[in-house]
């Protein structure tokens, strides 16, 4: 029943907002509940909330007054969330749970912004929401409400897994390993192909998509953990082992991934402060 029986407002519908407006409509929430403002509707956007009869708006303007909004979700760059704030905006949306998926911008200025709206989420995700599968997390103010809390959980399991924090230091903590996360997992494919491909071995990206698609269903499907999993990889003195004895002497490997994620932690707490 959760968001069943919610008015939900989408402002921005790039790749995350367009995210959300897809997830909504899989799971049967009905178009009449979803209003779109996206300044540049792509046509692909326009065909749909016109197939489905979703309302869309340029701006704040254009969204009845009657419209009482129950859940807000802003999704748009950073650099342009100020501008967003208007007295319409914060009069129009002020009965509903503001969920703000924007990047390094705090609980503290959400808030400013807003004019104290009571019930506030900061979330933060990655791009894999864009197929349901995304990795989430969310912060909320001290004063949302439990049905409000459920609400913005509930809009984010849509598009995959969610954890609730505690502390708002967390997000930067989740950006740098997770929000980030696609990017190294991709350049470990690019690394690891290039090399199967110096090789002379043709289809070396789809082998190692396969090779690493094929390894996380199978420790999903096992519930074995990853190191025992690795384990019956590791035949003594076979190939396995002699590589792993280079990727983990002196712990180079793991020294290297602290090194870079401590750079991209420290990366997302300065663009919080500024
Ligand atoms: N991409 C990621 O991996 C990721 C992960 C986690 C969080 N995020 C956060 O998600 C947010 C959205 O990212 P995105 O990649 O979806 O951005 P995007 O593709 O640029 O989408 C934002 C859309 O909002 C529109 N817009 C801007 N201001 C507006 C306003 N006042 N009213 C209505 N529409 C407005 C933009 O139009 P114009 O193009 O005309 O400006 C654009 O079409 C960002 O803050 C980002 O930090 C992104």
Redesign the pocket.
Known sequence: MILKKDTILI?????????FISALLDNKISPKQINI??????LKLKKISKAKKINLF???DELNIKTKISITL?????N??D??FTQEFNSKTKNSILI??????TMGTLKKLSGNNKDIAR?????P?TVGFGTSIIYFSKTTTKTNKNKATHLLNLVGQVDEIKNEKHIDTF?ALF?SG?AYLYLLIEIWSDLAKKYGLKNSEEMVVQTMLGSLLLLLKTQDSPKSLRAGVTSKGGTTEAALAEFTKNNNLQKLFKTAVSKAIKRAGTLSKS
């Open positions: 402002v921005g519908a790039g790749n995350m907002g367009f995210a403002i996206e300044k540049k509707p792509t340029k701006s704040i802003i999704a748009i760059k950073p342009q969330l501008s967003l703000s998926i924007v990047a390094g911008k979330a933060m995700t990655n791009t929401v950006t929000g696609p």
